[in-house]
C-alpha cells in the first residue's frame, strides 16, 4: 500500500542535541513538507519541497534544516538552535495542488 | 493573503445531535477548500474536499458546500457519534497567490457523549 512513513513515533533528546526525524512516501508525489503542531493549536509550516534538490523556508524554519536528495525522502534536523523542540511533527506530500497526504508523526520530547 | 478561521472549540455535543463547524476564508481568485481530521495521536487524514464554488464535499455522513458569496465552507453531519470525536481542519490551496502552500485553519476540537 502507498503512504507516508515517519519514524520513529516516539523520540526522546538531551537538550543541545541534533536529531534527525525521518519521513518517506512511496506515493511518487513530487511535494513534501513539514509541519509542526504544538498541544491545542494548529499546524505551522517549517519547510517544503517542490522538487528533489531543492526546498524553501517555512513560517517556523529557524532552529531547523532539511535535505531532499531523494523524491522519496525529506527528513528534518532539529538542531540545538531551536529554543522550543518539543511538539508534534507531521510530514505530508502532495501532487500539485492535490490534497495533502500526512503521516502519523513522530513525537519529540527535549529534556 | 490566503487566510481560514474556523470556530474556536472544543465543541461538546450529545451522541446523535447534528453537528456544524463553521469555516471562513479570505483568498484571491478560486481555491480549492478541504476538511481534514485528525484523530489522537494520529496524523491528518482528507475529509473531504471541493474545488468550485457550489461545490459539495461529502464524506462518512458529513459535508460541506462550498459557498463563493459568503466565503464559507461549513462543516455538518446529520447524527454525530463518539467515534467522531476528533480535531477538524478546514484548509484551502489555490487562487492567485498560493505560492502552492495549503493553508489551515486552527483547528476545532469535537468532544461527543455518549
Known amino acids: 500500500d502507498g503512504g507516508i512513513t515517519q519514524s520513529p513515533k516516539y523520540l526522546f533528546r538531551k537538550e543541545g542535541q541534533n536529531v534527525t526525524l525521518s519521513c518517506e512516501q512511496n506515493l511518487n508525489h513530487d511535494a513534501m513538507y513539514w509541519y509542526r503542531q504544538d498541544p491545542g493549536q494548529g499546524l505551522r509550516l517549517i519547510y517544503y519541497?517542490?522538487?528533489?534538490?531543492?526546498?524553501q523556508k517555512g513560517d517556523i524554519a529557524e532552529g531547523y534544516s532539511v535535505s531532499r536528495e531523494k523524491k522519496e525522502s525529506f527528513p528534518l534536523t532539529v538542531t540545538s538552535a531551536q529554543k522550543n523542540p518539543t511538539a508534534f511533527y507531521l510530514c505530508?506530500?502532495?501532487?500539485?495542488?492535490?490534497?495533502?497526504?500526512f503521516g502519523n508523526g513522530t513525537r519529540l520530547t527535549v529534556t | 493573503g490566503n487566510s481560514v478561521t474556523q470556530m474556536e472549540g472544543p465543541v461538546t455535543l450529545s451522541e446523535e445531535a447534528f453537528l456544524t463547524i463553521n469555516c471562513t476564508y479570505t483568498?484571491?481568485?478560486?481555491?480549492?477548500l478541504f476538511w481534514y481530521v485528525q484523530y489522537p495521536g494520529e496524523g491528518l487524514q482528507l475529509l473531504l474536499k471541493a474545488t468550485k464554488a457550489d461545490d459539495k464535499g461529502s464524506n462518512k455522513g458529513f459535508e460541506a458546500t462550498y459557498r463563493k458569496e459568503t466565503t464559507s465552507f461549513h462543516l455538518e453531519k446529520g447524527s454525530v457519534q463518539v467515534s467522531d470525536s476528533a480535531v477538524y481542519f478546514c484548509a484551502l490551496i489555490g487562487g492567485y497567490s498560493s505560492a502552492s502552500k495549503i493553508i489551515f485553519g486552527s483547528g476545532t476540537r469535537l468532544s461527543i457523549r455518549p
Open positions: 519541497s517542490q522538487i528533489v534538490n531543492d526546498f
Open positions: 483568498a484571491t481568485g478560486y481555491p480549492s
Open positions: 505530508a506530500s502532495s501532487l500539485s495542488d492535490s490534497p495533502l497526504h
